[in-house]
């Protein structure tokens, strides 16, 4: 059995069926699936530890507080944090931008300012920064897209200047999964006092992230893209920025004192942490660091792009295929965007579930790079280590069964 093998046996969810083929599920930009150890994890804090955090102080209480922010510390270590107050969890990397821009945005800009970002952008880091400037008055300037709609060190160049006070960009594409010069368009933002909010849902469970090496001021990411469950994520922020920032939710948990008329706050992180957290989540995001770490990123890199090769050069033997982004699987990571001329994406998607395929189809929740790309919606094919050369192979048997279907 080949070290992928043994790795796709830890998931459930990957030995069926679908209508009576082998499941080749190819849609991991939009989801991951949960190896049995994360399950595991969510399941003994509900059997053994299930109660409300910081609070209490019982035998239960106690174990979820320890099970919670022991996650937190994994997190912090994980993407590379100075401290775990520097960690605030969040619902996912929506949540955590929104927490960003009317948090930090609404106290920082104003009329004539100017909010840096890309047509490449997934809306979660798009409309939070619309919605700002519409509340500020602050201007919103994209970033030119190269000729592989990749986003350039020289293209933001052009447009960050001393107006400049936020750069909003996503770490790796969710269409083209092209990867950002992220260290040098911070220092480019910072040379001029901007600050840099990074959307890291699409690299955070494909390479090592080290947000002291980019030197991000704000990062995002989303736990169910990594194997975690759904609704929980994080936001990483520099100390002194979120000590800074008001917190954007107000109830219980993030309080230090309460009068008739006013409140104070706790110390980070908890002071963003308004309500009861999504424990069981955060339990779970925990293990999947586990899970990923003890696998190695080289090696979860190293595979993704041996698909990713192998796909794109059989995809480019068949007429009609027009693929997305930069071609060399190395500049982009671990999924391929793609259209079949004569057949519409919703069609190739039913299809290859027809032949137990699952892969993505429509705008992605990037509307203006479709309108960049010149089309309504595309194709997405996404890996993740626990993917195979089979399931490729499987996927492209069903691109072909495609065209034969519609006579291409």
Known sequence: MSLTQKIQADFPILKQEVNEKPLAYLDNAATSQKPKQVLDAVMKYYEWENANVHRGVHTLAARATDAYEGSRSKVARFIGARETAEII??????TAINMVANGYGDANLQAGDEIVISQLE?????????????????????????????????????????????VAIAHVSNVIGSIAPVREIADLAHSVGAVIVVDGAQAVPHMKVDVLALDADFYAFSGHKMMAPTGIG????????LDAMNP????????????LHDSTWKELPWKMEAGTPNIAGAVGLGAAIDYLEAIGFDLIHNHEEELTAYAIAEMQKLDGITIYGPLDAKKRCGLITFNLEGAHPHDIATVLDEEGVAIRAGHHCAQPLMKWLDTSSTARV???????????????????????YFGL
Request: proline fraction near 1%.
């Open 89 to 94: 969890f969040t619902r996912g990397t929506t």
């Open 234 to 241: 994080a936001l990483y922020g520099k100390r002194e920025l």
């Open 248 to 259: 954007t939710e107000f109830g219980g948990e993030m309080i230090d004192f309460v009068e």
């Open 382 to 404: 996404s890996f993740y280590v626990y993917n195979t050369k089979q399931e490729v192979d499987q996927f492209l048997a069903g691109l072909k069964l495609t065209k034969e």
């Open 122 to 166: 997934h809306h979660s880091n798009l409309i939070p920064w619309q919605q700002l400037a519409k509340r500020t008055g602050a201007t919103l300037v994209y970033i030119d897209l190269d000729v592989d709609a990749t986003i350039t060190l020289a293209n933001a160049e052009k447009v960050i200047n001393e107006k400049t006070k936020i």
